[in-house]
């Protein structure tokens, strides 16, 4: 069982940026999709980027693209997601998931249950 340990959630003012970074334990797999979710107070947990793990192709929420990055690095066997021009809007609970193999009909990159295995979720709170 893969174990997803994450990191890099804060407290930033709005306008700032975070970087966070979601580490699979064990030998990973270029057939692996990374991804982030977020869940805010009382709301679902929304989609917000995801990757294969070779690197070729990335995903995001129309309302995140141009704010938000993913990427990784395969040395580090690390995922990352770069947040920059925060919102206090952003304010939530960030987990990464990963799914062990392409993306399908019935599971597509956008949707919570096409993943797995998910880490414990950092607090990342935008201030105004």
């Known amino acids: 069982q893969v174990t997803l340990e994450e990191s890099g959630g804060g407290l930033v003012q709005a306008g700032g940026s975070l970087r966070l970074s979601c580490a699979p334990s064990g030998r990973t797999s270029s057939s692996w999709r990374m991804a982030w979710f977020r869940q805010a107070p009382g709301k679902e947990r929304d989609f917000v980027a995801a990757?294969?793990?070779?690197?070729?192709?990335?995903y995001y929420t129309d309302s995140m693209k141009g704010r938000f990055t993913i990427s990784r690095d395969s040395a580090k066997n690390t995922v990352y997601l770069q947040m920059n021009s925060l919102k206090p809007e952003d304010t939530a609970v960030y987990y990464c998931a990963l799914r062990a193999g392409a993306f399908t009909l019935g599971a597509p990159y956008n949707l919570a249950t096409a993943y797995g295995n998910w880490g414990q979720g950092t607090q990342v709170t935008v201030s105004s």
């Open positions: 990757i294969n793990w070779s690197g070729g192709f990335t």
